[in-house]
């Protein structure tokens, strides 16, 4: 097995929840390796959104190739099938340089599709359904999807936000085309082999440490100026309805902005909202299999220590460093 694995083109993934500090980190792993990262964040991915996703800086970057960041204006659509393909590119792109792809990020769903090569391809996709749903969640509410959802999927329901309007229809639309739950179709998915030899992370923190570092990047997005960046993007003819829109920190904002809530309020629902976000990210990553936790207590909060014992793992799995590159992004 072990032949095998080796036989097959490397993958690190280094994921966590929101705010426990994967960018740093994924930053001094790929310079360790001669590593290139792959965001596998649904956000980061759009121009003009750098505050409220907290996007990598070119500082932060510290030279190392950062792919699918600025990638698409925040009116573009973007989802789980685009990502994967982008993603592939991007890794073959890494791996053909001879350097060894980081995906990082914190969108669970994106990262399994990826390692594992799912299967979306679409089931007899009726447009006049989809438009009846899409109707529906707009002359009442997205949540009257979700219960539409719950009755037939409960495991699709408790894995998709009420919000996610998309990813409701798409589940909806599965059932109304197959008769079948799409969490079963992505759980048969799941059971696939990897194309990929791979180190799965996950890094984590004690709660009430990692829901403190929330709150205080909630403070200093605000200080930074995310209430602008919201006004920005209104100006420039974004709206609740975009998907991007409906990212934490966006959406709250623009309903400040409506009239919806107070500042404070608009605040502290993000800063709640946030918190309930990281708790369902690290739900989904205890469901994953082949997962190596990284928790940052276990390590005394040291870096190197966390650095010296990933490059252990990578190197069981016969994953080492890259080639050195001479070319610049």
């Known amino acids: 097995m072990e032949t095998r694995n ?36 649904s956000m980061q991915v759009y121009r003009g959104m750098d505050i409220g996703s907290a996007k990598v800086t070119q500082e932060e970057m510290q030279g190392i190739p950062h792919h699918l960041i600025d990638e698409l204006e925040p009116w573009e659509e973007f989802h789980v099938v685009k990502f994967q393909e982008l993603a592939q590119k991007y890794i073959g792109e890494i791996q053909e340089r001879g350097r060894i792809p980081i995906l990082t990020g914190g969108t669970g769903f994106y990262i399994q599709a990826v390692l594992y090569g799912i299967d979306f391809t679409e089931h007899g996709s009726d447009l006049a359904y989809r438009e009846k749903l899409e109707a529906l969640a ?73 829901y403190e570092r929330i709150d205080r990047r909630v403070d200093q997005m605000m200080e930074d100026g995310l ?43 993000l800063k709640r909202d946030t918190r309930h976000f990281a708790k369902r990210q690290l739900t989904w990553f205890r469901r994953e299999r082949d997962v190596t936790w990284v928790n940052k207590n276990e390590f005394a909060y040291e870096e190197e220590r966390m650095l010296e014992y990933m490059l252990n793992c990578l190197a069981q799995k016969g994953i080492t460093a890259g080639r050195r590159s001479t070319l610049r992004f």
């Open 6 to 41: 080796q036989e097959k083109q490397p993958l690190i993934i280094l994921t966590g929840p929101t705010a426990v500090g994967k960018t740093h980190l994924s930053v001094e792993l790929a310079k360790r390796i001669n590593g290139e990262i792959v965001s596998a964040d």
């Open 138 to 210: 707009a002359e009442q509410n997205p949540q009257v999807l979700h219960d539409m959802l719950r009755s037939v999927d409960p495991e699709s329901a408790d894995a998709i936000h009420a919000n996610n309007v998309k990813r409701v229809i798409r589940a909806l639309e599965f059932y109304h085309a197959t008769g079948e739950k799409i969490s079963e179709h992505n759980a048969e998915e799941r059971q696939k082999e990897s194309p990929y030899n791979f180190v799965y992370f996950v890094l984590n923190d004690e709660r009430a440490r990692l």
């Open 227 to 269: 209430l602008e960046e919201v006004k920005r993007l209104q100006a420039a003819g974004c709206t609740r309805e975009m998907v991007s829109m409906q990212g934490l920190g966006y959406k709250e904002l623009l309903d400040y902005l409506a009239g919806v809530y107070s500042l404070e309020e608009a605040v502290r629902v």
